[in-house]
């Protein structure tokens, strides 16, 4: 299903016609166009799939049809690690997806989804929206002919699945645990053998022992998955995704071609997209996490020590150093990102961390 | 300037021709409509007017100026704490606000702000889109013709500046502070002379003795307003605001009158400036909060002891108890919104807090 769409060559001639025809023109057949939107996520997977398709279709709706966005699921139009390529090639003119996903194509797409230790998901907006993230997204996008724009997060995820407990460092080597991002290379400097399957084999391959651990993304997903019958040592949360990302990328070319109010409503969609998709991982994890002991109580939620921790973040700051070091535009990015997240964890000792603390005192002790 | 606008009769005759010609009319002169937003913020304060400004132009953009928001700040329409009874009688067709300053309304609008020891930012989003929170705001607003949007969030707010360390609930006592919401009431009943001075007056206030202490938003609005120069004890951080919604709300006739697109475009653009505050608020914050050690070095940043904090949250229980007796409607939303409450701080005590705690071993070790 890789072949060009029949429709693209009127969603161009559409293009045209707005540009030429501007804000006054009427909503006429030849001003409405329809964009493909390529997404890495399975139909309807919660949480990410079905954000996807609510960014979609909320576009179509404020545009009243002269933009419609047609999503395909992963491997619906292209493989789904050929998101980008095929929105550089305009085959699709937009996708949602996850920036780190592309390293291959700059290493500094990593701080733009998620780093251990790093950003939460309203510091990540901040930096993004205020802190000149989104310009140096721009400049890290720009030779790839595509504009990204911040479409959600899955907040906080959870450390992963294991079938033993981990006590110490010691007890990570050797270990093989399936592991995504900065977070895979952290644990194999510590011992770790890390793979990374697919989402739909995550469960299988734990359930067969192919691997001892396993992560994927939290509560919500995690047991839609089926991860809590393949292991019974639940990790929370993660050391290395504190606030990941997604991503709706547009076309370069499309992008500069779209009216104003278009232009606009895209903008506006990804932000709704992204207070929405926090929301729904939010809920939905508080939601089926308070079900866990009832309804799993085979589970048992542990996390991990102060000396294993330590070790992570000393071997994480040796992996984002490195990191830093491949060229100048990762530096740049790096150093914006830190210099931001070490003021973020200054603050946040006398915010958001002692507010999440003293809580217990109503429900404890009220 | 209570007088209705000139442009009203104009908007009135708009709506009725999109309601008439749909979707398909072209996009000529009586397709259009101007509504005012009024405001219950002081023209471009940061954050708070400034957002809605930006949700004001979202909207006019959007809709290539089919739907074109006018924004009054507080006083140039109407006062502003007259918003809900100038948006319920059509004299403004929206307003951006905050839900707790119409408590006299209905107590049950405490819930859709903030109450002390509740909800963050995130979560309730969270309950609002997918725990069933605005169907029970759609039916507290029932009776006053208005439909409410969640449009906004301060994040964590600060508890306020004091001319004294405070070490005890003794050292409460006879002390004058302006203090808003459920917190004010929890502080009366620990011996606190409670008063409600406007944002304008706050620095005065304290300057001049008239109160001893004095809470406003956060780091970033307490020190545009001057706060640092009148008191030196910067109380960190609020255990009455831990995530204040801001609200837009729509005149509910209006509303309905609205062509889907439209709907669509001011319900995207209410919650993309959800998105976009929290992360405006955050970031300030964050950034503003780094540089007090240097600009302002008398500035004392301290937190309530435990013991204090206890005695907040049982005092807290009473109040929010006492509420909850006060009719069915308020017993409905209080029962939603403390169940999910709940959850959320045993979630959170694996999620987001030990991920706010985890980060000082990147910074301090690693």
């Not at 419609?68 to 550089?88: I, M």
């Not at 002692?354 to 404890?364: G, N």
């Amino acid at each position: 299903m890789k072949r060009r769409d029949f429709l693209t060559g009127a969603a161009v001639s559409g293009v045209a016609a707005a540009a030429a025809g501007g804000l006054a023109a009427p909503a006429i057949a030849q001003d409405k166009q329809e964009w493909k939107l390529v997404t890495t996520w399975p139909k309807n997977a919660p949480g990410v799939g079905v954000n996807a398709q609510r960014f979609a279709d909320a576009v179509t709706e404020m545009s009243g049809g002269r933009l419609t966005v047609r999503l395909f699921s992963a491997g619906e139009l292209v493989p789904p690690f050929e998101c980008l390529d095929a929105v550089q090639s305009d085959v699709a003119q937009m996708a949602h997806a996850t920036p780190y996903y592309w390293v291959g194509k700059s290493p500094a797409l990593n701080y733009f989804s998620t780093i251990p230790f790093g950003l939460t998901a309203w510091e990540l907006a901040g930096w993004l929206y205020f802190g000149g993230g989104q310009e140096l997204w721009d400049e890290v996008y720009a030779p790839f002919g595509v504009k990204g724009l911040y479409a959600g997060n899955s907040g906080v995820q959870a450390g992963g699945w294991f079938n033993k407990e981990i006590n110490s460092v010691e007890d990570l080597k050797g270990l093989k645990m399936r592991i995504a991002g900065l977070g895979g290379e952290v644990m194999r400097r510590l011992g770790v053998a890390v793979t990374l399957t697919p989402p739909g084999e995550i469960m299988p391959s734990l359930m067969s022992g192919a691997v001892d651990a396993a992560e994927w993304v939290s509560p919500w997903l995690d047991i839609a998955f089926g991860l809590q019958k393949a292991a019974k040592y639940y990790y929370m949360p993660a050391f290395h995704e504190p606030g990941p990302a997604l991503e709706v990328m547009v076309n370069k070319a499309r992008w500069d071609s779209l009216s104003p109010d278009l232009k606009a409503i895209v903008t506006r969609a990804a932000q709704a997209s992204s207070a929405e998709s926090l929301a729904d991982f939010t809920y939905h994890n508080i939601d089926i996490y308070s079900q866990i002991a009832e309804k799993w109580p085979d589970v048992q939620v542990r996390s991990l020590n102060d000396d294993i921790l330590k070790a992570l973040a000393k071997t994480t700051r040796e992996v984002v150093d490195e990191l830093a070091a491949k060229d100048a535009l990762v530096k740049k990015v790096h150093d914006s990102y830190m210099a931001y997240n070490q003021k973020a964890w200054r603050y946040q000792n006398n915010a958001d961390l002692p507010v999440l603390q003293m809580r217990k005192w109503f429900f404890e002790n009220a």
